[in-house]
């Protein structure tokens, strides 16, 4: 009996514990609401231990989502804590792996010693995790203990899967906060993005407006003319001088391209600049001419810039129109006055040299370098142009390099150049030297190639002494009759005077007074015929002519003296008139008569048609105002027309039948070579005037007395029938 009322008692306090034990997981379930999965996971086993007598307890729970340890043991100080895995190994090997498989419980053996293990799956599948509780007891669990893990189980189970719910309801909570805050973070940046932007563009059209409004001011108040374009190439607007220039409307000028603006030939160009622009982007700049309101066309520079807003894109493109016709003219002229220079020089064959006389920098023309023969890109020194240089010349350039050194401005001379192919060269150099206005001295000169001329000169001279020998040649005929004439008459006054004296000495008594003077007039006439004898054979001898003192009058006496039978043949009328105190002339005595000569024929042979009056001849002589001396022989015959006298003096000019026309061109050179002039003038009344005058004798004569001048010149008139 007292056995059972112990048993009972003992039966009764086990409950009572067993109930105690059960209020306070009440209490745990409590503690547990609201709690973290890791919080209840921790104080299921060691709620547990306080009330279980175990050896071990061990709980794997399932991930909680918040890192919970997926493993808790606890260990009777008896066994290591250690051994749990140990435990856990030999309950997958002993039961398998699936936790919904394993029993409510078992025996497992460790180190010889069996334990009584409970296993309680944490939800209906094992979901939340599993519990295992070992005792040595072979009895465990009891029928309470049974209880009060499956009760602790149980509430931990739904303590867990609030605890999951709230935890995954956090986690989500705390996601959306984050990604709320996020886009709320993005959605403001954006806004303040498109904020700035908006505020950006406003401020970028206003400065726009400015912008475009003070173009606008500037596009009227710039003098050159500005047309604006749309991106298109679409005509928008002109500034006022445009309008003010081609006279053209807005809307006419959107017209342009198929209009007469542009000039017809430039306008093909400008299309095809104007197009590539707009396409490309491009600037353009060009020159093309436009034409005035009153129709005429002048050059224009244009240049096309393009306007492009704050993104880079063209709002506008803007056309300014430059007049640059006066530049265009003045190059166009430049390039003429250089293309003529050229030609002109080729054409003169005259060459243009710069030479600074500080540095001896040598600049040719290029006519210049073709005349010292210098190939294309010779550097020209002064050693190359001396080795140019005829060797009897280089002594006489090397002076005058001197003097132009030495201070002498202007300087001219001939000189002779050795061609490539071993002919002479004859060039006239002409120079000039320029001072600077920072002190530098420069020679400019022109050089001219005389070779042609200097060798025409000298065939002329020798045709024209060869022409004047036969013309000497063809007119003896004629002198031969004339000194018969001029020598007949002192030889019949010789006869007559020597029977007179005769006469007179064989008279009784004999006159001899009278005699002396007839031997006397006897011995004057001889004189006189061989007077006239040397005089014309001096008049064609070929003698070198020599400057000398001539007394002009006296010349011309001795002329007229040789004519006078002539004249007297002709019915000429001839009155002589010499000026007193006339001084001496240079020249050579009988060249100056042959002249004189010429004249008197001239006017004697004009004289000889006029039949329907007396037939006037004047020669006179007079000193001029400039101290030339000048003869003039003046007739009354037909004279000649305006047309005639440009060609009285050239060579083969003659309105005669037999005549050969050098007389008068000759008569020109004879004088031009005493430095005198040769003239012909109409008269007022009937007939012509010839006349020429020559400078008096001077001291400096004297010095070129002995210089050769000209071949003789004689000039003699063809024989009349
Ligand atoms: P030529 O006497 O052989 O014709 P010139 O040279 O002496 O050659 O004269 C050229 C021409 O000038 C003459 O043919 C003549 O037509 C004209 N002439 C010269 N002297 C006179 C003159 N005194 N009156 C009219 N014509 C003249």
């Excluded at 189980?153 to 719910?165: F, G, I, P, S, Y």
């Excluded at 090397?398 to 150049?417: A, C, F, H, P």
């Excluded at 031997?519 to 007077?531: E, L, P, V």
Aim: glycine letters at 6%.
């Amino acid at each position: 009996m007292m056995m059972e009322l112990e048993r009972a008692s003992a039966e009764v306090d086990g409950l009572r514990r067993c109930m105690n034990d059960l209020v306070g997981l009440l209490t745990l379930s409590a503690m547990w609401a609201g709690g973290s999965f890791a919080q209840i996971a921790n104080t299921l086993p060691d709620a547990l231990r306080t009330m279980l007598d175990v050896d071990f307890l061990l709980l794997r729970s399932a991930d909680g989502g918040d890192g919970i340890p997926s493993a808790i043991a606890r260990m009777a100080d008896a066994i290591q804590f250690g051994r749990s895995q140990d435990i856990w190994q030999a309950l997958y090997s002993t039961l398998g792996e699936s936790l919904a498989a394993w029993p409510q419980r078992a025996v497992l053996t460790l180190d010889g010693i069996a334990f009584s293990v409970a296993l309680l799956r944490l939800g209906m599948q094992g979901e939340e995790g599993i519990l295992v509780a070992g005792s040595r007891r072979p009895q465990f669990p009891s029928r309470e203990e049974r209880l009060l893990i499956s009760v602790a189980v149980n509430q931990a189970t739904v303590a867990l899967k609030e605890a999951r719910l709230l935890s995954v309801q956090r986690r989500l909570a705390s996601e959306l906060d984050t990604r709320v805050s996020q886009r709320t973070a993005e959605l403001a940046a954006t806004n303040e993005a498109l904020r700035r932007e908006i505020a950006e563009r406003r401020r970028a059209e206003a400065a726009l407006r400015d912008s475009e409004s003070n173009s606008r001011l500037i596009v009227d108040s710039i003098s050159g003319l500005v047309a604006i374009f749309t991106p298109l190439g679409e005509v928008e607007a002109v500034n006022n001088q445009f309008v003010k220039y081609s006279g053209l409307t807005l809307e006419e000028f959107k017209q342009w391209a198929t209009s007469d603006f542009v000039h017809p030939d430039d306008l093909p160009q400008v299309i095809r600049d104007f197009t590539k622009a707009i396409g490309t982007g491009e600037p353009y700049d060009f020159e093309a001419r436009m034409r005035r309101s009153d129709g005429v066309y002048r050059w224009f520079q244009v240049r096309g810039l393009p306007f492009r807003d704050a993104s880079n894109g063209i709002i506008r493109w803007y056309a300014l129109l430059t007049d640059i016709d006066e530049r265009r003219r003045a190059e166009e002229r430049i390039r003429r006055s250089e293309m003529f220079l050229a030609a002109g020089q080729r054409i003169s064959l005259t060459g243009t040299f710069s030479w600074r006389i500080d540095t001896d920098e040598m600049t040719f023309s290029e006519e210049l370098n073709r005349i010292f023969e210098f190939e294309d890109g010779t550097a020209v020194s002064i050693n190359n142009i001396v080795d140019r240089i005829h060797p009897d010349d280089l002594a006489m350039l090397t002076e005058k390099m001197e003097q132009v050194r030495n201070g002498l401005d202007n300087s001219e001379y001939e000189i002779r150049l050795k061609g490539r192919d071993g002919a002479i060269k004859h060039v006239r150099v002409t120079a000039n030297v320029i001072h600077h206005g920072d002190g530098r001295l420069e020679c400019l000169g022109a050089v001219q190639d005389v070779t042609q001329r200097r060798l025409a000169e000298e065939s002329r001279d020798e045709v024209r002494t060869e022409l004047a020998r036969v013309t000497r040649i063809m007119s003896l005929g004629t002198m031969a009759a004339s000194i018969a004439h001029e020598v007949n008459q002192p030889l019949a006054g010789i006869v007559t005077n020597a029977s007179t004296c005769l006469r007179m000495l064989s008279a009784d008594p004999p006159n001899v007074a009278g005699a002396l003077e007839t031997a006397r007039r006897t011995i004057r006439d001889g004189n006189r015929a061989a007077d006239v004898i040397a005089r014309l054979r001096a008049l064609f001898r070929k003698k070198a002519a020599v400057v000398e003192k001539t007394d002009l009058n006296e010349a011309a006496r001795e002329v007229v003296a040789l004519l006078w039978s002539d004249l007297r043949r002709g019915k000429v009328d001839l009155h002589v008139k010499y000026a007193d105190d006339l001084p001496l002339v240079s020249g050579d005595r009988i060249q100056l008569q042959q002249v004189i000569m010429n004249l008197l024929r001239n006017a004697s042979e004009a004289l000889s048609s006029v039949s329907d009056r007396p037939r006037h001849l004047v020669m006179r002589t007079e000193l001029q105002r400039d101290r030339n001396v000048c003869l003039l022989v003046e007739d009354n015959g037909p004279g000649f027309g305006d047309q005639e006298r440009e060609r009285l003096f050239q060579a083969f000019y003659t309105t005669k039948e037999q005549g050969m026309g050098i007389g008068l061109s000759v008569s020109r050179s004879i004088i031009e070579s005493y430095k005198g002039r040769i003239w012909a003038m109409a008269n007022d009344g009937p007939g012509a005037t010839f006349a020429f005058s020559v400078p008096a004798y001077t001291q400096t004569d004297i010095a070129s007395e002995a210089i050769s001048l000209a071949p003789v010149h004689v000039l003699r008139k063809a024989e009349r029938p």
